[in-house]
């Protein structure tokens, strides 16, 4: 006999829960259900989407992660995913463009380009509106053409700050801090233009140009925006805060990342990427480069301070935790939006995988020590016991050696970098600089970026 301990109908399928184990074996030899537990009509179903979504990602790349991205927009773990599989399949993704975006995703130039519903502060009549002035009269030309096409009562400033900020305004202006600041009077004059507009009535340099026929309606001029003021000019954001705001309202670095000027360089430390963070042994001691992105405090029934960051590399995004111990050493460094180096070790329990910080340090901060050689050097074995000798006095507590140690091997034209193993690395650059020097070593400190 099988045991049903439920049942219940979907369209015409019955589907079963299987108590037992011989009833479960009993129920597949019977055909009630398939072997993994599924109806055999859901295993049906299934199996022929997941055939569909194959070949259309398959054939269709880009249409196929335009539309994934597009019904995940909503879930921002999600929309972070799909991003990630488009880079890792060579697919390039567009902030949103004035001139091109529609209202979602979508593939463009081999790229897929980000919808304005993507954007936060964009409303969908904002959006219509937007579309619609591009559909009438073609692209928009500069701040003040598009400040004088489009309803100001659908897209107010803030909207426009936010497509500004976001990088959609880049293709006519790549200086979005100038634009910003031309948008203070900008906008009051495209304001001012829409009333003369409303009554049909003309200002002077309408006037001189021919910018209104004798119906009231305006016609197009060559200089019809060259009345528009501008604000002095002005150096634009640094990158780090052009992204900043870009992640602020997109919800995602899209134009660049933070860490990928930087991945070369703190290749150096081995890293592992939070993606593989999974695959790690528990308790095995690892380092990762990150971008801060959220810090929960939290207070342990002892009333220590701890605290959980949200954090993200190239890859993904991921938690860690700062028991309060390590909290009282690097508090100060946690802040939103700080590149991170950070050392610790896996914990995993409860079919869970946690990093437990145990030290970070600010990328900009993190340096290495490098030593020059010769290819004689490089291969005379005292000298190479030499050094090694100086680099493990410097060592000390390898649990606290954070400054890794690179080789330079010069031969004519030809330069080799060796990566010395953690086990050489060092806890004070500047000291260990000093010492190889004593010792007629050729040595200097350099910045592990100079970002």
Partial sequence: MVKIISRQYVGEANVYDIGVAQDHNFAIKNGLIASNCFNKSHSTAYGYVTYQTAYLKANYPLEYMAALLTANSGDTDKVQKYLNNCTTMGIEIDPPDINRSGLDFTPADNKILFGFSAVRNVGQNAIACILEARV??????????????????????????????????DKIEPNRHQLIKDLELVYEWAQSRAKDRAIGQGNLFDLMGGGFGNNGTQTTTNNGFESAPKAETVLDYPPQEKLRMEKELLGFYVSAHPLKNIKQSSSLLSPINLAQLGEQKDKTLICAVVMLNHVKKVMTKKGEQMAILQIEDLTTASEAVVFPKTYERVSSLLEIDTRLIIWGKVDKRDEQTQFIVEDAEQVEKVQMVVVELNPQEATDIEVKRHLSSILTEQSGDNNQAKVPVIGIIQAGNSRQLVRFGKKYWVQDSFLTMQSLRNAHFSAHVKQLTDN
Wanted: hydrophobic share 45%; aromatic share 8%.
């Fill in 136 to 169: 009438e009269a073609g692209v928009f030309k500069s701040l003040a053409d598009f400040c004088d096409r489009i309803d100001l009562r659908a897209v107010n400033r803030r909207t426009l700050e936010s497509l500004i900020q976001c990088g959609a305004f």
